[in-house]
């Protein structure tokens, strides 16, 4: 019966873990219509695999008739994206970031932990700025296209919303990939429709 008992504890903690992780992936962002976005990243940022005006950001403005400012830049990792975070932030003065960075430091098998302590100190410094937040999953780069819990995690540390599921499923297919690791133009397309349902603008 003890056993038992410690058993529906477990479940329901776990229970709990779960719905608030969900929350926090369904949970939306309120913006102002006259705000700028900062979408920050990587080459799934900047467009690679695309036009310029077929990258996620380009396709984001167009959906929520705002500017968004692409600072998206190939190759980059977490550690390189947090050098020059708060430099964007000073010369931008965005109302929301996105950030979507991972992808170099899961390809390079670069350490897990400092990537969640990159990701940590970016929210930090986005917060300081009274910029909101909304963070873009990676996902692993292997079997099941899963991002790491350090999203997650994240999420629910920071009280984010979490954009958690969009790019497993486009890497997941060929129709929306220009290669193995970046997305075409109808990709960026389904990505930006995506991030736009977690953005809600005030009129």
Do not use: W
Request: charged share 20%.
């Amino acid at each position: 019966m003890h056993n038992r008992a410690l058993y529906l504890i477990f479940v329901t903690i776990l229970f709990i873990v779960f719905i608030g992780s969900d929350n926090k992936s369904s949970a939306t962002v309120k913006i102002q219509q006259n705000a700028s976005i900062l979408a920050f990243g990587d080459s799934l940022t900047y467009g690679v695999g695309a036009k310029p005006e077929q990258s996620y950001p380009a396709q984001l403005s167009e959906l929520l008739n705002l500017e968004v400012i692409n600072s998206g830049i190939s190759g980059q990792t977490s550690s390189q994206g947090l050098a020059r975070l708060e430099n964007e932030l000073i010369l931008h003065s965005p109302s929301l970031v996105i950030i979507c960075l991972g992808g170099n430091d899961i390809l390079r098998r670069k350490s897990l932990a400092n990537l969640k302590q990159n990701l940590a100190k970016m929210i930090e410094i986005a917060e300081n700025h009274d910029v909101a937040i909304l963070l873009v999953a990676v996902p692993e780069f292997g079997i099941g296209l899963s991002p790491p819990d350090l999203y997650h995690e994240l999420a629910n540390e920071f009280s984010l919303p979490l954009e958690y599921d969009i790019l497993s499923d486009l890497l997941a297919d060929n129709d929306y990939k220009s290669d193995g690791v970046h997305l075409n133009a109808k990709g960026y397309r389904k990505m930006a429709q995506a991030i736009a349902s977690k953005i809600e603008v005030i009129y």
